[in-house]
């Protein structure tokens, strides 16, 4: 079992920024990769931000490419989201993702965190 927990979201005006952090907590050396998802208001799947894996490759969604970036922190199961020039289609809430292999693919999911972009 892995448990994660995000911080950071909040209330920003356009063209700011905000750092999101996911500490995943259990079984988090069986954690393969670990990444972002968002869900816009009125929207009902979640969507890609951006995702990093164990050999620290990433992938971002096209939408925030060269303005958000995915990194690992000191404490090998932290992520963080650094999200700059961000716009009101960024409001959405933002949930931390890890995919665990032990046996089978596991798929964990954070609580979420709104994050609001005002215009």
């Known amino acids: 079992q892995v448990q994660l927990v995000e911080s950071g979201g909040g209330l920003v005006q356009a063209g700011g920024s905000l750092r999101l952090s996911c500490a995943a907590s259990?079984?988090?050396?069986?954690?393969?990769?670990m990444g972002w998802y968002r869900q816009a208001p009125g929207k009902q799947q979640r969507a890609l931000v951006a995702?990093?894996?164990?050999?620290?490759?990433?992938t971002y969604a096209d939408s925030v490419k060269g303005r958000f970036t995915i990194s690992r922190g000191n404490a090998s199961n932290t992520v963080h989201l650094q999200m700059n020039s961000l716009t009101p289609e960024a409001t959405a809430v933002y949930y931390c993702?890890?995919?665990?292999?032990?046996?089978?693919?596991?798929?964990?999911w954070g609580q979420g965190t709104q994050v609001t972009v005002s215009s």
């Open positions: 995702t990093i894996r164990s050999d620290g490759s990433t």
């Open positions: 259990g079984s988090t050396s069986s954690i393969k990769a």
């Open positions: 993702r890890a995919t665990s292999e032990a046996g089978l693919i596991w798929v964990y």
